[in-house]
């Protein structure tokens, strides 16, 4: 089955700092897509930015991007220039490519606070 | 906003009770998905319609059941309620059931039983 493990329940970066949080997932599969997501105070499900398995370059949405390490089953999102407004809780998904669902497996998120 | 219209927003009800929650997709969205987010389990996938047919099920209970209408929108019955199934619960919905197709997530409904 696959799995999606974040191993840092919480984080602080300073404001206009670099900060990035990590992802691991297992999968047999060679195909699928990975997925952040950020759930600031207010319960909403945002969609951050994802990444196709089968393309080796990285995504990239304004100050957020992805390196994504197929081999290590490594998906870390990087946000620069962190603003008061990125504070949220992040959660890292998984989603086979082509299956009989495109369900989503969550990891157990990530909480961040960007300090003024 | 995500296109995606989930009521109520807030459900306080007592133990052994049963609740509907609704979902309104995206318009032009087939797919609609159910999610469970608790302290206990995380965010965890339960259901999954596409045009009207279960599609998938996931950690789904029993006492729980949901539908997909004609006009597209989706219910989700919880029954017999327990005080562990106080939880957030979210529609999302996508244009199809392909998974390059991103999920568009409700603001959730906050479900507490006393």
């Known amino acids: 089955a696959q799995t999606v493990t974040q191993s840092q329940p919480e984080m602080s970066v300073q404001e206009a700092e670099t900060v990035t949080l990590s992802c691991t997932y297992d999968?047999?599969?060679?195909?699928?897509?990975l997925f952040w997501y950020k759930q600031p105070p207010s319960r909403q499900m945002i969609l951050v930015i994802r990444q196709e398995a089968y393309k080796q370059q990285n995504a990239t949405e304004n100050r957020f991007s992805v390196n994504f390490q197929k081999a290590a089953k490594s998906f870390s999102l990087k946000i620069s220039d962190s603003q008061l407004g990125d504070t949220a809780m992040y959660f890292c998904a998984f989603t086979d490519y082509g299956g009989a669902t495109n369900k989503l497996i969550f990891g157990t998120g990530t909480l961040l606070a960007v300090q003024p | 906003d995500s296109g995606v219209t989930q009521t109520p927003k807030h459900l306080i009800t007592a133990t052994g009770q049963r609740v509907t929650l609704r979902c309104s997709p995206r318009?032009?969205?087939?797919?609609v998905y159910w999610y469970q987010q608790s302290l206990d389990q995380g965010l965890q996938f339960l259901i999954q319609?596409?045009?009207?047919?279960?599609?998938a099920k996931g950690n789904i209970l029993e006492r729980f059941s949901a539908q997909q209408f004609p006009d597209l929108h989706s219910e989700l019955n919880l029954s017999s309620l327990e005080l562990g199934d106080s939880a957030l619960y979210f529609c999302?919905?996508?244009?199809?059931?392909?998974?390059?197709?991103?999920?568009?997530f409700g603001d959730g409904t906050r479900l507490s039983i006393l």
């Open positions: 999302a919905s996508s244009e199809g059931g392909a998974s390059n197709q991103p999920q568009h």
């Open positions: 999968t047999s599969e060679s195909n699928y897509y």
């Open positions: 318009s032009g969205d087939l797919s």
């Open positions: 319609y596409y045009n009207g047919e279960e599609r």
